[in-house]
């Protein structure tokens, strides 16, 4: 059974960073896509950053130059560095990853980012 394992989220001030780190276990297969997706209340789930297995990124315009994407394909990993955070940043964070054609997700870590 395929398993997305979050860690990194907690509580920030604002301008500062964090890291979001992704395993996925239970799979022979390597993912072909990983991607951050983000939540906040009353907010549909957005898209944050994807990267495909080749590593080409995609990021959300309202942190593009703050955010970074990462893989490790051989370890089936991946991690989000977010520096410069802002509160409008504060959401429950979602890691996504296409295995074989299907969709897993994590259970979620919350950021909250104080002013």
């Known amino acids: 059974q395929v398993q997305l394992v979050e860690s990194g989220g907690g509580l920030v001030q604002a301008g500062g960073s964090l890291r979001l780190s992704c395993v996925v276990s239970?799979?022979?297969?390597?993912?072909?896509?990983m991607g951050w997706y983000r939540q906040a209340p009353g907010k549909q789930r957005e898209a944050v950053a994807v990267i495909s297995r080749l590593g080409s990124t995609t990021y959300a315009s309202s942190v593009k130059g703050r955010f970074t994407i990462s893989n490790d394909n051989a370890k089936n990993t991946v991690a989000l560095q977010m520096n410069s955070l802002k509160p409008e940043d504060t959401a429950v964070y979602y890691c996504k990853a296409v295995v074989a054609s299907m969709e897993y997700w994590g259970q979620g870590t919350q950021v909250t980012v104080s002013s």
């Open positions: 239970g799979s022979t297969f390597r993912a072909n896509a």
